[in-house]
């Protein structure tokens, strides 16, 4: 059981995964993408229609990349080049986002009499690899995309620490003035590390549609964006402290499906594990302490003369 | 200097304007691709609520919530604090409202029971308003994780409470008793549904008004809000601002639970009115967190809210309901650039006034 719930809490920690990790590279560049719930949204609407309309789900990641792009890149603008206020912005798009979601769903497929379907992601048992006993259960028998998490936690890693796209990465949002000094065009690169978040928070976003579900709601994100957002924060902006951190919030995720299908145990009420995350995020919101927050973290930046 | 207050006035409203506009019309020119003729269901709508009492005065009964979460967003946007969990006061002030006048109503006189369901949804509101803000005082936690994290705890306890200690009497859905018509907000206007919350609610606005600029407290609280450092050292404790502006944010939100349930829903649905926060947020931007402009902007938002019902309304047109949130998202997009086009046509005014005076010396 321990190791079902485990290895549960593996898959579930994947769309925060790449959500709280792409969020983390935009806030060392001194961005907060506080868009990314509407990211994740229109990433699950985007997962939807691409894998309903043609049938295939790599068609599906893709326009959940593209739509996750589109809603960044429109984020990105208002906020890096027209300066203006982040939060604002982003909450002005995650209404957009619900808005433009139910109406094209709506375009796309009229007023369907059953709920729309689509197969979901089906799990790739890895040759070998999953038959080792234990952790060929927990690491091995995924989806793609927990697969494409893996690869890539070491690459953005090494990117942001040991390269000097990193270097500049780190630097606009530490010291903009400096870097923009030492040749590095701020803005610019700030804007691209928003992009790369709305493509990462679009894979986010279908994970729940084409990896999970099978369908789409346009309640189906219900706060997870934000609890990518939160992680981001709680780990430090540290890509390692991101990784912990979705791992803990899925198993705090698989912990609460786990309870509610066993009823709570008679007697904890289903909606306090449905809370569950949320209130974690609160209580560590609260207990941690020392943060590094990146020195020019929602700051536009304004080149003088 | 006059005459450049007059032309950043002049540039404000013309600016917004054009942004509300612009967002009218694209999220019609979005109807065109369910084949809806947008002129039409336009117009038929707004000849709905210029000819018809009921209907223009469900743009005032839209707004009079809007107004309360939108002053709960001003309020500590004020002080540079950030209260994104309006959406949660607002249920904690609608539960406290619903519970109350549920076990009060029949047995004390209407006007007793709504100024005490008032004050108990006010301080409930303000209960977990003030909670985010000592969070904030005593840890130093971050308000806007905080608060937007509070809305979903709130959300999975009224769907709780739905479901147990306040489940209808039938047992059937997840939703309370109807309250009884002795403790209903009274009628504003006959023969429509607006009701006394709308003018509870302007009346918030203009003591909120006289709050932030007419006494010490809203000094303060602007001037943390300005530079929590420099008012530190001169005597202003920026962590006691945060409690209080916290409390009253809560408590303006909670008032806005009191009006719905009373005035208008008479009942506790679950998942009733889920953008209301969001919808406060994007109204205190339009009004640039001016309590006064609070109001119009309101009514604004709930001419918005209308016009989308009635164009759904219409028979045989079949226009979705997700074209509130598509106007409602569209004019709050283009209200934020129209911040950006005031401070590009200052710079330049500006720079031409230099031009100007150069030429004259």
Redesign the interface.
């Given at each position: 059981m321990i190791i079902n719930l485990l290895s549960r809490a593996i898959t579930m920690s994947t769309p925060l995964f790449f959500g709280s990790v792409s969020e983390v590279v935009a806030e060392r560049s001194g961005v907060m993408v506080t868009a990314i719930e509407g990211i994740f949204l229109l990433g699950a609407w985007g997962g939807f229609v691409g894998t309903y309309l043609w049938g295939n789900a790599i068609f599906g990641l893709l326009l959940a990349m593209i739509c996750g792009i589109a809603v960044a890149a429109i984020y990105g603008v208002v906020t890096i080049f027209m300066k203006q206020h982040q939060v604002v912005t982003g909450t002005a798009l995650n209404i957009l986002a619900i808005g433009f979601c139910a109406f094209f769903q709506r375009v796309l497929f009229g007023i369907p009499q059953i709920p729309l379907q689509i197969q979901p992601l089906s799990v790739i048992p890895i040759p070998i690899l999953s038959e080792i006993p234990v952790l060929g259960e927990l690491f091995f028998n995924k989806n793609i995309l927990t697969y494409v998490a893996y690869v890539i936690i070491p690459i953005i890693h090494y990117m942001l620490y040991h390269t000097s796209l990193g270097l500049a990465i780190r630097s606009s949002g530490e010291n903009p003035q400096a870097a923009d000094v030492a040749g590095i065009n701020v803005n610019r690169l700030r804007f691209l590390t928003v992009l790369f978040a709305g493509m990462m928070g679009g894979i986010a976003g279908a994970f729940y549609s084409v990896g999970f579900l099978g369908m789409f709601t346009t309640n189906m994100i219900g706060g997870r964006g934000w609890i990518a957002f939160a992680i981001c924060f709680l780990g430090n902006w540290q890509i390692t402290g991101a990784v912990i951190g979705t791992f803990v919030f899925g198993l705090a995720e698989a912990l609460a499906i786990y309870m509610q299908s066993i009823g709570g145990g008679g007697f904890f009420p289903n909606e306090l594990f449905i809370a569950f995350p949320y209130i974690l995020t609160i209580v560590l919101t609260v207990m941690r302490r020392n943060f590094s927050v990146p020195a020019n973290l929602g700051i536009p930046y304004i080149k003088e003369g | 200097m006059k005459r450049i207050l007059n032309a950043t006035w002049r540039d404000m409203v013309l600016t917004n304007f054009a942004a509300i506009v612009a967002g009218i019309v694209l999220s019609g020119a979005?109807l065109l691709?369910?084949g809806i003729d947008p002129i039409f269901v336009f117009s038929t709508s707004i000849r709905a609520i210029l000819t018809d009492g009921y209907t223009a005065a469900d743009i005032l009964l839209k707004a009079t919530p809007l107004i309360m979460t939108a002053l709960a967003f001003a309020f500590t946007y004020k002080a540079n604090l950030?209260n994104?969990g309006a959406q949660g006061q607002f249920y904690m002030g609608a539960i406290a409202a619903i519970w109350l006048s549920l076990e009060l109503q029949n047995r004390i006189p209407t006007a007793l029971l709504l100024l005490i369901v008032l004050i108990v949804a006010l301080a409930a509101g303000a209960l977990i308003g003030g909670l985010i803000g000592f969070?904030k005082e005593r840890?130093d936690?971050?308000e806007?994780?905080?608060s937007?994290?509070?809305s979903?705890?709130v959300?999975?306890?009224m769907?709780?409470l739905l479901?147990?200690f306040l489940k209808e009497t039938k047992g059937e859905y997840p939703q309370t008793d109807p309250i009884a018509r002795s403790a209903w907000l009274p009628n504003l206007i006959k023969g429509t549904r607006l009701h006394y919350g709308f003018i509870i609610s302007v009346l918030f606005a203009v003591l909120i008004w006289v709050l932030l600029y007419k006494t010490t407290l809203g000094f303060r609280i602007r001037a943390v809000g300005q530079n929590s450092r420099a008012s530190a050292l001169s005597g202003i404790s920026p962590t006691k601002i945060y409690v209080i502006a916290f409390l009253i944010s809560g408590a303006l939100a909670g008032v806005a639970g009191f009006t719905e349930m009373n005035g208008v829903q008479h009942m506790l649905i679950q998942d009733f009115n889920p953008?209301m926060g969001?919808?406060g947020?994007?109204i205190a931007?339009l009004a640039n967190a001016n309590p006064i402009g609070i109001i119009f902007a309101s009514i604004l938002y709930g001419a918005l809210n209308v016009i989308g019902t009635q164009m759904g309304r219409i028979p045989g047109a079949n226009v979705?309901?997700?074209?509130?949130?598509?106007?409602?998202?569209?004019v709050?997009?283009f209200v934020?650039?129209a911040?950006?086009a005031r401070t590009k046509i200052a710079s330049r005014r500006e720079k031409n006034k230099r031009k100007r005076e150069a030429a004259l010396s």
């Amino acid at each position: 059981m321990i190791i079902n719930l485990l290895s549960r809490a593996i898959t579930m920690s994947t769309p925060l995964f790449f959500g709280s990790v792409s969020e983390v590279v935009a806030e060392r560049s001194g961005v907060m993408v506080t868009a990314i719930e509407g990211i994740f949204l229109l990433g699950a609407w985007g997962g939807f229609v691409g894998t309903y309309l043609w049938g295939n789900a790599i068609f599906g990641l893709l326009l959940a990349m593209i739509c996750g792009i589109a809603v960044a890149a429109i984020y990105g603008v208002v906020t890096i080049f027209m300066k203006q206020h982040q939060v604002v912005t982003g909450t002005a798009l995650n209404i957009l986002a619900i808005g433009f979601c139910a109406f094209f769903q709506r375009v796309l497929f009229g007023i369907p009499q059953i709920p729309l379907q689509i197969q979901p992601l089906s799990v790739i048992p890895i040759p070998i690899l999953s038959e080792i006993p234990v952790l060929g259960e927990l690491f091995f028998n995924k989806n793609i995309l927990t697969y494409v998490a893996y690869v890539i936690i070491p690459i953005i890693h090494y990117m942001l620490y040991h390269t000097s796209l990193g270097l500049a990465i780190r630097s606009s949002g530490e010291n903009p003035q400096a870097a923009d000094v030492a040749g590095i065009n701020v803005n610019r690169l700030r804007f691209l590390t928003v992009l790369f978040a709305g493509m990462m928070g679009g894979i986010a976003g279908a994970f729940y549609s084409v990896g999970f579900l099978g369908m789409f709601t346009t309640n189906m994100i219900g706060g997870r964006g934000w609890i990518a957002f939160a992680i981001c924060f709680l780990g430090n902006w540290q890509i390692t402290g991101a990784v912990i951190g979705t791992f803990v919030f899925g198993l705090a995720e698989a912990l609460a499906i786990y309870m509610q299908s066993i009823g709570g145990g008679g007697f904890f009420p289903n909606e306090l594990f449905i809370a569950f995350p949320y209130i974690l995020t609160i209580v560590l919101t609260v207990m941690r302490r020392n943060f590094s927050v990146p020195a020019n973290l929602g700051i536009p930046y304004i080149k003088e003369g | 200097m006059k005459r450049i207050l007059n032309a950043t006035w002049r540039d404000m409203v013309l600016t917004n304007f054009a942004a509300i506009v612009a967002g009218i019309v694209l999220s019609g020119a979005l109807l065109l691709f369910l084949g809806i003729d947008p002129i039409f269901v336009f117009s038929t709508s707004i000849r709905a609520i210029l000819t018809d009492g009921y209907t223009a005065a469900d743009i005032l009964l839209k707004a009079t919530p809007l107004i309360m979460t939108a002053l709960a967003f001003a309020f500590t946007y004020k002080a540079n604090l950030f209260n994104i969990g309006a959406q949660g006061q607002f249920y904690m002030g609608a539960i406290a409202a619903i519970w109350l006048s549920l076990e009060l109503q029949n047995r004390i006189p209407t006007a007793l029971l709504l100024l005490i369901v008032l004050i108990v949804a006010l301080a409930a509101g303000a209960l977990i308003g003030g909670l985010i803000g000592f969070l904030k005082e005593r840890f130093d936690s971050n308000e806007f994780l905080v608060s937007m994290m509070s809305s979903y705890v709130v959300l999975a306890l009224m769907n709780y409470l739905l479901r147990t200690f306040l489940k209808e009497t039938k047992g059937e859905y997840p939703q309370t008793d109807p309250i009884a018509r002795s403790a209903w907000l009274p009628n504003l206007i006959k023969g429509t549904r607006l009701h006394y919350g709308f003018i509870i609610s302007v009346l918030f606005a203009v003591l909120i008004w006289v709050l932030l600029y007419k006494t010490t407290l809203g000094f303060r609280i602007r001037a943390v809000g300005q530079n929590s450092r420099a008012s530190a050292l001169s005597g202003i404790s920026p962590t006691k601002i945060y409690v209080i502006a916290f409390l009253i944010s809560g408590a303006l939100a909670g008032v806005a639970g009191f009006t719905e349930m009373n005035g208008v829903q008479h009942m506790l649905i679950q998942d009733f009115n889920p953008e209301m926060g969001a919808a406060g947020l994007g109204i205190a931007i339009l009004a640039n967190a001016n309590p006064i402009g609070i109001i119009f902007a309101s009514i604004l938002y709930g001419a918005l809210n209308v016009i989308g019902t009635q164009m759904g309304r219409i028979p045989g047109a079949n226009v979705p309901s997700s074209i509130v949130s598509l106007m409602q998202g569209f004019v709050m997009l283009f209200v934020i650039m129209a911040y950006y086009a005031r401070t590009k046509i200052a710079s330049r005014r500006e720079k031409n006034k230099r031009k100007r005076e150069a030429a004259l010396s």
